[in-house]
DNA sequence: AAGTGGTCTAGACCACGAC
DNA sequence: TCGTGGTCTAGACCACTTA
């Protein structure tokens, strides 16, 4: 028998204030309950309270105004993200007003070359599973992505793998591994045909390109990430607060 | 006579760690003090030096293990930017290694398109402030990017204003208005004849494109924002943590 | 077992904005 | 003046890693 710990207060009320204002029980430019009434409410010291804010805060969520109060930001919906959920591009897609669906393209082995290598901090020839998966917002292809990771991480058959997971539910599912951080280079790039044709765009018009490495808590890489985006279907829109 | 406030604990603290990590006195890798000896060092309390740590660790500075330590990130060198820092082109520039100059080109009356006065909030043919500048990098052209703001917000002659300082010191000196927060639109660009032109740059090569609005903690718009990158010389290479 | 960071509390005082 | 959020404290206990 396992005792199911409950979660950290703070979560439960972050999911809890998160909901209030997705839902707008909290409207749009609406003030919220004083940090005093929310510490009441939840039987929570105001310290948590805050901490919980300060997250939301940080989204741009929330606008907090010394001597005044707390207030809804009323621009939430023209934003898709806000860093912390640039990679999941599920709810990049939801967020822009689409319905997203997932389609595994393929999972294959390659072998790392000179540059892969050198990112995970690998040798060149040595075995990796290639992710590929296409995003569709409404149908249409909105973003063409392609994860590498080394296979000696992982301890799972490839045939088990589900090409619908998150980068990082597949790491922590089969690899063991948590991403403690992630550097990402933004460029914008002329798509190959291959490409191009993938997400039904011109090959002269320019797209989006991140290209990401996730690593763990020691500075291990544990994978590498490179997506296109449609930019004339899904826009990258991202808010960011001060303070 | 001027009493002059000392800044808050917290942020002295910050400021040191940061130092202390940008001079390697905290080298790449290494364990930091703990929480408690860090608090006992600066005479605060534990959860002062927590607040500082944890926005270091935010911005991807230091790793967070529990039952462990907290260690420097080794990779900060290939690192230009977090996202609170998107804006600030010369430490931009400066950290990827470069030497930054800015060099104002104009600073113009324009009257509000449709689509600025949209975005602004005002009405269409207002006037507005121009203000172009070009960013370079070790005396390469690596940024141009031009802002707009709504004449009616300031209250100083344009003659005064100082094409060196950053829109939000700018907006702050000029109007009385701080950045509450901002949402950027990231896109790939084929630059025009102009752009190209200005930042040497060949026409068929595609740009990044920041447009980005700031807002005040009333979400009253503040001003607009349009940077191309030369990304031939600067990449946009950011560093995300979680936790 | 010892030491680390993670969570949480109950209180104090300050800075600021609205009334 | 009052209520708000901002800063800070001193302490408790928990979860986790390492030895």
Chains 1, 2 share one sequence.
């Not at 972050?14 to 209030?20: K, M, Q, S, V, W």
């Not at 909290?26 to 805050?50: C, D, I, K, M």
């Not at 063409?144 to 490839?158: E, G, H, I, Y």
Request: aromatic content about 6%; overall charge neutral.
């Amino acid at each position: 028998m396992r005792v199911i710990r409950s979660k950290p207060i703070s979560e439960q009320v972050n999911t809890i204030l998160r909901e209030r204002i997705r839902n707008t029980t909290y409207a749009p430019g609406r003030r919220l309950p004083s940090e005093s009434e929310l510490s009441g409410e939840f039987g929570v010291s105001r310290a948590t309270v805050r901490t919980v804010l300060a997250k939301l805060a940080v989204e741009g969520l929330i606008l907090r105004k010394q001597g005044d109060g707390t207030y809804v930001n009323k621009r939430l919906d023209e934003v898709n993200t806000h860093l912390g959920g640039l990679w999941d591009f599920v709810r990049l897609i939801e967020s822009s007003g689409f319905t997203a669906s997932i389609e595994p393209l393929a999972i294959d082995h390659v072998t790392a070359s000179e540059e892969d290598a050198q990112a995970l901090g690998i040798n060149p020839g040595e075995d990796l599973l290639a992710i590929s998966r296409l995003f569709y917002a409404n149908e249409k292809p909105a973003i063409l992505a392609r994860n590498l990771l080394p296979s000696a991480f992982c301890t799972a058959q490839v045939e088990t793998v589900d090409g619908r997971l998150h980068i990082r539910e597949m790491l922590k599912a089969y690899c063991q591994e948590d991403i403690a951080f992630a550097i990402t280079d933004i460029q914008a790039a002329l798509p190959s045909t291959d490409v191009a044709a993938t997400l039904q765009h011109p090959v002269g018009q320019p797209l989006l390109n991140l290209k990401v490495s996730f690593y763990n808590a020691n500075d291990k890489p544990l994978a590498l990430g490179s997506s296109y985006f449609n930019d004339s279907i899904l826009r990258l829109r991202l808010v960011q607060a001060w303070n």
